[in-house]
């Protein structure tokens, strides 16, 4: 009962953690320095999860829609976007919270002690449009339109900035594969400088690659207002107390905005109110009025 | 569930244009093209080269 | 309720992470086989010429560059590789560039549809290559070409056809190429 209790606590964790280890269970991707290549790789995973990782089993939405916008034939995808929408709908950010690998990584990153953290990140409030901008560029715009001879283009996000990719894929199959490695250059060192610099980061600021970078994050950050898993406040018993801009780790004014873009959605805030006003759509007590009808 | 509904409208509508948007999509073959790119190692997607 | 849907789910997500382990290798084919998958080749040519080990008889030295259309560093070296094929001509090094085009939806497969073929001899003419493409065969998909994930990959054969030291991954410019070259000339001549 001792370990259910503590499970309990740090459910979010523990589901952070399980549901990394199944979408990169292919075990022996690590044993033989290679990657998984059966039929799970039709699919999407819902966080950023580097399909040239050694454990992947499925394909990485945004490595996905680079893929598919590279190509000759198609100019939109209706298959990723149609992901993106769906999970997008249902979920909107509890995939960055809870589902996401890296976001499990710069979470696991700011539990480090010993280091001063920052809560209220200078230009916050600009930094924020950034990941829009990487979304755009990045993702859509430049593998549309900077193509080869053969009308092919190439993943720029992957290419330049994922440091989900280098960490997970890159230094790993890196490791693992030696015939990868004469073709080591600056490119790379790029990679791994970008990867340091957010390691570095996210010990001291509370998930800045989510906040400020991700592309996946910013598509599921639109969905967050009209997700099916969404935060309400009851404003009739909500005291303006604060405790849950308190509780946030980001300082998001809850109590005002309870479905903001920038929110991943960790529950840090559901636990903190004292009068139960906040309450996600899935809790108990809603339930219960919707039964009321 | 009418309720459910009400609520949920917009969460809904577009979920259910997300199912459309991905049948599409496989209609029109694009997981061949993602299956492609994540089953094989390209380089570029890694940092390398 | 919600304690046991919430166990059910912990309970089915490690059962998932186990399952992993069990899913079956790719059949990496081995060792001797890989070896001499080129020695026995036999397929053909994008001319629809039969091609086998005798193309190699000519060259002391022969590299195999695979590609696709679809991977952008294999597209963005071929130009570097039809100059490095030039110059070693010019040379009368007898060390020649041969292409081998894997167009394949994810499984290397033999051969090329209508659509992929097209594909292919627009990227050719654009890049201005002239050496000679190779398709993909049943055999040399199940040999060689079978442990394969990286584009591009480029293998080495002697005259014979076997394999001369480890394949190289990845795109090159063309004083990479030379320098390559020279280096598994050396590892020829010391076999």
């Avoid at chain 1, 990584?105 to 010993?114: A, M, T």
């Avoid at chain 1, 009308?151 to 990868?180: D, E, S």
């Avoid at chain 2, 997300?18 to 390209?42: D, L, N, Q, S």
């Avoid at chain 3, 050496?131 to 060689?144: G, K």
Wanted: proline share 4%.
């Amino acid at each position: 009962m001792e370990l259910i209790h503590k499970l309990r606590k740090n459910i979010r964790l523990v589901v952070q953690i399980c549901f990394t280890a199944l979408t990169n269970g292919y075990i022996n991707g690590y044993l033989q320095g290679t990657i998984y290549r059966g039929t799970g790789k039709k699919f999407c995973v819902p966080g950023l999860n580097c399909y040239s990782c050694p454990g992947a089993v499925g394909a990485c939405p945004i490595g996905s829609l680079q893929a598919v916008l590279n190509s000759s034939q198609y100019k939109f995808s209706f298959y990723i976007i149609g992901f993106l929408m769906a999970v997008g709908a249902f979920f909107g950010r509890f995939v960055c919270g809870w589902l996401c690998p890296f976001g499990l990584v710069q979470d696991l990153l700011h539990k480090i002690p010993g280091v001063r953290k920052i809560r209220k990140v200078p230009g916050d409030r600009y930094l924020k449009y950034l990941k829009y901008v990487v979304l755009i560029v990045f993702v859509i715009v430049l593998p549309l339109t900077i193509v080869n001879v053969a009308g092919g283009g190439t993943p720029w996000f992957c290419k330049l900035i994922c440091p989900a990719g280098t960490l997970l894929g890159g230094i790993p199959l890196t490791i693992l594969n030696p015939t990868l490695r004469s073709g080591l250059g600056f490119l790379f060192s790029w990679k791994v400088l970008v990867l340091i610099i957010i390691v570095v980061l996210s010990i001291k600021i509370y998930r800045p690659f989510c906040r400020y970078l991700c592309p996946l994050g910013a598509a599921y950050s639109l969905f967050n207002p009209i997700a099916l898993y969404r935060f309400e406040i009851d404003k009739d018993t909500c005291t303006g107390c604060r405790a849950c801009q308190k509780a946030c780790p980001m300082d998001l004014p809850v109590h005002e905005t309870p479905n903001s873009m920038e929110c991943i959605r960790c529950g840090k805030c559901l636990k903190s109110c004292k009068n139960h006003s906040l309450k996600s759509t899935f809790s108990r007590q809603n339930a219960e009025k919707g039964k009321e009808d | 569930m009418n309720k459910f509904i009400k609520r949920n409208y917009a969460g809904l509508m577009v979920f259910s244009l997300g199912i459309a948007f991905i049948a599409v999509g496989v209609y029109r073959v694009e997981i061949g093209t993602v299956f492609m790119k994540a089953a094989a190692i390209c380089l570029e997607c890694i940092g390398i080269g | 309720m919600k304690k046991a849907g919430v166990i059910g789910i912990i309970s089915a997500m490690i059962l998932g992470a186990l399952g992993g382990c069990g899913k079956k290798a790719q059949p990496v084919g081995d060792a001797s086989e890989a070896k001499s998958g080129f020695a026995t080749m036999e397929t053909v040519d994008l001319e629809q010429n039969e091609v086998n080990k005798d193309i190699f008889k000519e060259n002391d030295l022969t590299m195999i560059n695979t590609w696709a259309t679809w991977c952008s560093p294999c597209v963005g070296e071929l130009p570097e590789l039809e100059e490095v094929n030039k110059e070693l001509l010019a040379e009368g090094k007898k060390v020649a560039v041969k292409g081998m085009v894997i167009e394949s939806e994810g499984i290397i497969k033999p051969g090329l549809s209508d659509k992929e073929r097209g594909k292919v001899e627009k990227v050719l003419k654009e890049t201005g290559v002239t050496y000679q493409q190779l398709l993909v065969s049943e055999d040399l998909a199940n040999t060689v070409l079978s442990s394969q994930s990286v584009f591009p990959t480029t293998y080495f054969v002697d005259k014979e056809g076997n394999l001369v030291g480890e394949p190289v991954t990845g795109s090159r410019d063309k004083d990479d190429w030379k320098k390559i070259i020279d280096e598994k000339l050396g590892e020829l001549k010391s076999e």
